[in-house]
């Protein structure tokens, strides 16, 4: 490893995918001083700050690295860590823009109410750029000791939303973010938990996330980590409800684009599928929540019906009071689509091969945990009535499975689709 120097007051910043060990000074990041000798890990498409004290030295392995002078962290931070102390604080909501430093700030915080020798519960509730759980979902961590990333957190549990951002299924994220909050206190008896939520703090879909996720909650207090009045309309709304606290962005702020959120995805879709196999689940016995999968088996004389009015054979079909679904062996065409449509009335008619649903992100929940697991759909058999899906979460018996809005190639974890809620 190369080693570089950090003079007194000054700031390196090391670019994962990288690791470093401190050799000789006195360094903090996040709030929390960092051991001599031992190495850290920097994700990819991550950054540390690391603030020396007094003249340091660093070892630093692969990734990038730059100086700035002072502390990245901004003084408005202390103040906030020390006015949530002082209030006694059981749950902070932090809210801001993309890339605005958000997970830095819930990571100091982390550090300095552990450094009170607390227990901290971090709910990360930004599906698409996780550091707690895999992508798409909700992530419960607990924090017991300073850390230097979120994702050194003991992931202890998740929601699956089963989209890399909220639009669309606001829903399922309020009410994720809200059972994680009571997970971390009644489950995992913590004193206090903090909600890293997502950078969506515009138009209105954005607005309405922001307060009907702060209504859910009830927090004791909300902090709002802005650049100048970016934030303005959430600290105006949410300040007529609950205490909000103003701070600063950091100095030096990674900014993502696209690409790189994306490929920081495969990463961490990577990660949680470390190991998996396939798995066969029979949908036939219910543990698929889904609207097709769900219904009774069509008799065989009305399956032959449509199978002569549609030219095309039909290996399985089912219906429920709202909906009727059909696989056939190939596609059919739209007019006799909707010729069955017209047929079966008010009832949502679905023709599909089985086809739409490979590559499927699924959520895996049991009786004991909200989230067992995360799979990817590689195959359908409607004829068997199964499906196939690799996970690490070996069944048990008693799962539910959701599927998702995200298709993920089981082989490069590239995804392929994000469909519209």
């Known amino acids: 490893m190369p080693r570089v120097s950090i003079p007194a007051d000054y700031t390196l910043i090391v670019e994962g995918d990288a690791a470093f060990r401190v050799l000789n000074g006195e360094v903090v990041t996040f ?43 901004p003084q408005s931070w202390e103040a906030a860590a020390e006015r949530i102390g002082s209030l006694g604080a059981r749950r902070v909501m932090v809210v801001g823009g993309v890339d605005s430093g958000k997970t830095s700030f819930v990571t100091f915080l982390a550090n300095r109410l552990s450094q009170a020798g607390e227990r901290v519960g971090i709910v990360d509730a930004d599906l698409g750029q996780k550091s707690i759980g895999p992508p798409a979902t909700i992530g419960l961590g607990v924090v017991a000791s300073p850390l230097v990333s ?29 059972l994680m909050v009571e997970v971390a206190e009644t489950r995992m008896g913590v004193r206090r ?28 207090v909300v902090v709002v980590v802005s650049r100048g009045d970016e934030c303005l309309h ?4 949410l300040g007529r409800l609950f205490e909000v606290v103003q701070v600063e962005a950091p100095k030096a702020v990674r900014l993502r684009g696209r690409i790189d959120r994306r490929e920081y995805r495969k990463v961490m879709y990577r990660k949680f599928f470390e190991g998996a196999k396939e798995y066969e689940y029979d949908f036939s016995k219910g543990v698929l929540y889904s609207t097709v999968f ?32 059909f696989f056939t062996e190939r596609s059919v065409d739209e007019q006799a689509a909707s010729l069955l449509k017209a ?18 992100l699924v959520g895996i929940r049991n009786r004991e945990k909200y989230l067992k697991g995360v ?20 069944p048990s018996g008693d799962e539910t499975l959701m599927l998702g809005l995200v298709k993920v190639n089981p082989v490069s974890f590239e995804e392929e689709a994000i469909l519209e809620g």
């Open 375 to 394: 799979g990817i759909v590689t195959g359908v058999y409607p004829q068997r009535k199964a499906l196939r899906v690799l996970s690490t979460a070996a």
């Open 294 to 325: 769900t219904g009774s088996e069509l008799p065989e004389d009305e399956r032959r019906r449509v199978e002569e009015l549609l030219g095309v054979r039909v290996v399985y079909a089912e219906k429920s009071g709202d909906h009727v679904a």
């Open 234 to 237: 959430i600290v105006n709304t």
């Open 193 to 220: 938990v903090v909600v890293d939520t997502t950078g969506w703090v515009s138009e209105q879909g954005g607005r309405e996330l922001k307060l009907f996720k702060a209504m859910a909650l009830e927090p004791d």
């Open 343 to 360: 047929i079966y009335g008010s009832r949502q008619v679905k023709l599909l091969t089985g086809f739409e649903f490979l590559h499927t």
């Open 150 to 178: 979120l994702g050194e957190a003991e992931f202890v549990d998740g929601f699956f939303v089963g989209s890399v951002t909220p639009s669309g299924l606001l829903h399922r994220h309020v009410v994720g973010v809200r």
């Open 31 to 73: 709030g929390a001083t960092l051991e001599s000798g031992k190495e850290y890990k920097v994700d990819p498409f991550r950054a540390i700050p690391l603030y020396a004290l007094r003249d340091s030295e660093v070892e630093v392995e692969s990734g990038k690295f730059s100086y700035v002078k002072g502390n990245t962290v």
